[in-house]
């Protein structure tokens, strides 16, 4: 099992450029969540999924989107990147909030 | 709004000593407390849990208690070694357990 990946490992945008973050899992778990990890901030809930075609938001939703088409798959949207997006984003993935959190490798953005 | 304060920000002790780390929630319904660590350049990962209906925890050096009338939790770490060297977070479930919301993390530094 290749548990829980996301794609890119590292990525460089331009103010007002959007892109998407891959996470795919295949531990068919249900519960699937995004973080941002900034110094001093910890880990911050942006969305999360409880699955397929239900999604709700985190502590931090605004300038992100999410969809859950598939158990597998929950892609997180920049739409139009800003400097404050500069983070590491972490996806996880677990059968429910209140179990084990599988995190990804992480994805570190950089928004210029 | 409901969030996970965590203390302390930094910790230093020597190797050999014991190490505490304390959070504390403010929903009442929360029910799962997990700990997680997370080493340089990497992913976090389980190290402990408590649900509501345990008061304590022990796996080999490491603890976690719980008080719910305080609403707060401790990871104790003994006879610290210095592969503990890494930052800890505390998170707890909130909201009819549907989110996962970790607290700011603790540096924690073993000296030889």
């Known amino acids: 099992n290749a548990g829980v990946t996301q794609t890119p490992k590292f990525q460089v945008l331009k103010t007002g450029q959007s892109m998407t973050l891959q996470c795919a899992q295949d531990m068919n778990h249900e519960y699937m969540s995004w973080y941002r990890q900034d110094p001093g901030m910890g880990l911050r809930l942006i969305h999360y999924s409880v699955g397929a075609g239900i999604t709700d938001q985190g502590e931090v939703p605004n300038g992100y989107n999410v969809s859950r088409s598939t158990t597998e798959d929950f892609p997180l949207r920049l739409l139009s990147a800003a400097p404050s997006q500069t983070s590491v984003y972490f996806c996880?993935?677990?059968?429910?909030?209140?179990?084990?959190?599988?995190f990804g490798p992480g994805t570190r953005l950089t928004v210029t | 709004g409901e969030n996970v304060e965590q203390h302390p920000s930094t910790l230093s002790v020597q190797e050999g000593d014991s190490a505490v780390i304390k959070c504390t929630y403010s929903?009442?319904?929360?029910?799962?407390f997990p700990w997680y660590k997370q080493e340089l350049g990497k992913r976090p990962q389980l190290i402990i849990d408590i649900r509501s209906n345990v008061g304590e925890k022990k796996d080999q050096r490491i603890a976690v208690t719980l008080n719910k009338t305080a609403k707060h939790f401790s990871l104790h770490i003994t006879e610290t070694q210095p592969e503990d060297s890494a930052v800890y977070f505390c998170a707890s479930t909130i909201q009819g357990a549907q989110k996962l919301v970790f607290g700011q993390g603790t540096r924690l530094t073993i000296n030889p």
């Open positions: 929903d009442s319904a929360s029910n799962y």
């Open positions: 996880a993935s677990s059968f429910s909030a209140a179990y084990e959190q599988y």
